[in-house]
Structures are given as structure tokens and as C-alpha cells.
């Protein structure tokens, strides 16, 4: 009965600790090949948002054009607060956003002057397949 | 168990299993956006904002009610097995937060910094230690009692607990004891950065290095200053807590030293040997994911991978922390005793009052960084 109580206590259906610790080890390798091979043989296209609020500048791609891994991809203005003796100085940067992947340039969703929030797409690319979008 | 084999095994985990993903997954799809866009006290996310409720303490909340309402104090023999992989996923979880660090990331933020911080977590470490013992705690509690006061509340007890054979009702005495103080020193702080005029960088210093929780880091900065911004104290005070969680390995591991270096007194056996047949072999593989994440190999900070792998972290930490609340016993916690509570607040308000004293008197009014 007593070593009923302590089975009910227990919370692994493993033998011992150390075969739940190669268990999760498995099962996390397991889970990052799925992750890196979905990414980079699986997944047919993927859509580069807004990084945060903020406004379109330039879009440095072309519909159909390809792109290289560092490659600019849009600029992007966003607002930069600065707390400063008891004031906010507020000034407007230009982030230059790249590509994490090599590939085609599908689709470019936003233009120009369009003001965007995080996440809203900009453009949407074929990546090379056997790298990480 | 025994007479199964493997596939009977594994039908035996599936029912509980189940729920536990079922439960994560309307709390994810339906509850947390429905309390995200729910107006209180005529703000929008009110509960979410306020009192921080996202689906990870939902999901203890969830799986606590599960036990002692809906079970009534006990897990039923068809979700057993299921709710027995809690653990598994847990540390899985705990696996893939390795991939959150870089060590790139720690040298951005400064040595002083990364200095005092560290002082302030291994002072405490040792306090709560000293502390537990003088008081006869048992030994998991005060590992996870003082990875929780040193480092930053929930994550860290949660990431300690397996390492130190913590049962889900210590954990949840530590997490219980370290949130009732932050909720308290929320209050009081910006009244006492008011009182003393301190500037953004030393009330985000002192609130980033003296209060336990991440959350409630993040609240006590903005009732200081609701600007959020770089130079405020929310900026300021998110950065200091940055480094504190990247603490939380080094913490895991000294901690898991510290508990089985006794056992291994205790049993008579050498540190070598009980190192060897017993460590927590799953803190390795925190530090594997932290390498990949350091060499790019998970793919770019800001890149769809790394935030798809964040989303399956997500959810593994999910479904095991909905199988931890359900190993909360209420009738434990009621029997446990107010040492956990003593030495909780002990070493928290020394840690805040000395936190305070060294800013004010060591850290300058304007941002090294």
C-alpha cells in the first residue's frame, strides 16, 4: 500500500531519473531537427513582417528578384524614445532589415509610406531550401 | 505498469496525456486572447497587464484545479500515467530555454553590472541556505527557495526543481511565498524611488536587482515611470533582470552541486561517484541548446525559425506546467509550516534593502549603457 502512495506520486513513467534525463534530451534533439528540417526543406514560402510600429521607408527588393543572406531586404522608420532628465527626446531611425535566407522574392506585400504594425507583412520570399528563413 | 510492454505503456499515457495538451491548447487558442481583449476597470487586458495572467499560471491554476476540485485531491487511474510525463516535458522545457542565451548576450551588458548582479544572486543563494538550515527546512525546499530568491522567481524554481527532487508543493510554497512579496514590494517601491529622487538607470537597477519576479519587475518600473522607452526605468530595469535570468543555469548547477554533494555524505559515497550515477544529465543539454543558439546553428535572433522553435518551447513548458499544478496538493502546502514563508521574506527584504543601499550609494545617477 505504502509503495502505492509513492508511485501515485510520482510524476515520470520512466526507471530512473537519469533515463527521463536522456528521454528529454531525445525528445528536444528530436524536436529541433523536426524544427530545422520543416524550416529549411518543408516550408514552402515565409512572410518577413514589420519588426515593430513604425513606417515603411524602402523596400531594397524586387517582385521576382533574388536575394543573398545579408542581404538588405526594406528600411524601416521607427520611433526612438530617450528618457532623459525627467523628458522623453523622441527621434525617427532608419533600420535596414535583412534577409536571414538566400532566396526569391515572391511577393512584396506593403509600399512605401505605409504605416505598419508589428508583424504586418512586407514581403514574402522562397527561401533556398537548406537554409533557415 | 510492468506487465504492459512498451505499446501498453504508451496507450496508458495517451488519456492523460490528452488532456493535459487539450487543456493548454484552449487556454493558448480561447482564453488568453479572450483575456487580452477583455476591458476591467476600464483597461483593455486588464488581467493580463495587471495581474500578469498568462497561460503559463494559468495552466498551474488549471491543472491545480484539476487535482483538488474536479479529481477531488486525487489524479483518477485512466489520467495517471498521462499526467506522469509532467516531469519529461519540464525538463525538455528547461532544455530548450538554453536556446534564449547567447554568450554574446552577456557582454553586452558590462561587467560591473554582471558583477553586482551575480553578487547579489549567490549572496542570497548562500542566505537562504544558511538560513534553511539553521531553521531544519528540508534540503529541496531550500534549493528551490534559493534559486527562486536568488535568481528570479518562478523560472528558476521551476528550473531547479527536478535537479533538487523538489515535490510540486514545494514548488509551489516557493512560488506562493516569493510572488506575495513582490506583489507587496510593487506597491511600495516607486513610493520609496520617489521619495529618494532616483533617476530611471537607479530605480530600474535597484527594482531589476531586488525583486524577485520578472513580471513584477517589469509592473514596479512602469508605476515608476509608465514611459516605455529606451532610458526609462522599465529599459533599465528589464536589463538587469536580463542578466539575472541568465544566471539561472550557472544557479541550476550550483545548486544541484550544493544538493547532491550532501547526499553523497550522507550515503558515504564519493562526490565523483554520485556526481557520475546521479547528476541531472538534462542541464547538459541546456547548455548544448545555448551553444547552438550562440553559433547561429537554431538560426538568427528575429528569424521565422528561432520563433518557431520559441512557440514549441512554449508548448512544451506548457503541457509539463499543466501537469505540475496538477501534482499540487492543497492539503500538503496546509501542512507544510511557515518556515518556507520566514525564510522566504528573510531573505527577499534583505536582499531589497541592500539592493537599495548599493544603488544609492555605488551606482550613479546617469546610464553606463
Known sequence: ?133 | MEDKGVFGKIIAILPGLALMVGTLWVLRTWVEPWMANTVLFGQKGWLVKVLSLNYILLAIIVGMLYRNLLFGGKIPAWAEEGFRTTRLFIKAGVIMLGSLYTIQSLAKVGGIAILLIMTFVFGTIFFVMFLGRLMGMDRSLIGVMAAACGVCGVSAAVATSPAVKAKPSDVALVIATILGFGIMTMFVSPFVGKALQMSDYQFGAWVGTGILNSGQVLATCLAFNPTIAPGTAVAYGEIWNVVRVISIPFVVFFITMWFWRAEAQAEHLSLAGILKDKFPIFVIGFFGMTFLSSVGAIGAEGSNTLHLMRDVMSWIFGIGLVGQGAYIDIREIKTAGGKPLKVGLAAGCLKYVVALLVVMFFVSKESSF
Open chain 1, 1 to 133: 500500500m505504502a509503495g502505492e502512495v509513492k508511485k501515485s506520486g510520482k510524476m515520470t513513467v520512466f526507471r530512473t531519473d537519469r533515463h527521463e534525463d536522456v528521454a528529454a534530451m531525445v525528445l528536444v534533439g528530436c524536436l529541433v531537427v523536426i524544427v530545422l528540417c520543416y524550416m529549411a526543406f518543408i516550408v514552402p514560402t515565409v512572410t518577413v513582417g514589420a519588426p515593430m510600429d513604425g513606417k515603411l521607408v524602402a523596400v531594397a527588393v524586387t517582385e521576382s528578384g533574388m536575394v543573398k543572406k545579408g542581404e538588405p531586404l526594406y528600411s524601416f522608420e521607427v520611433k526612438e524614445k530617450k528618457w532623459s532628465q525627467g523628458k522623453v527626446e523622441e527621434k525617427l531611425v532608419v533600420r535596414e532589415i535583412k534577409s536571414a535566407a538566400g532566396g526569391k522574392v515572391l511577393k512584396i506585400v506593403a509600399k512605401p509610406g505605409d504605416e505598419l504594425k508589428k508583424g504586418k507583412p512586407i514581403v514574402v520570399l522562397e527561401h533556398e531550401k537548406g537554409t533557415l528563413p
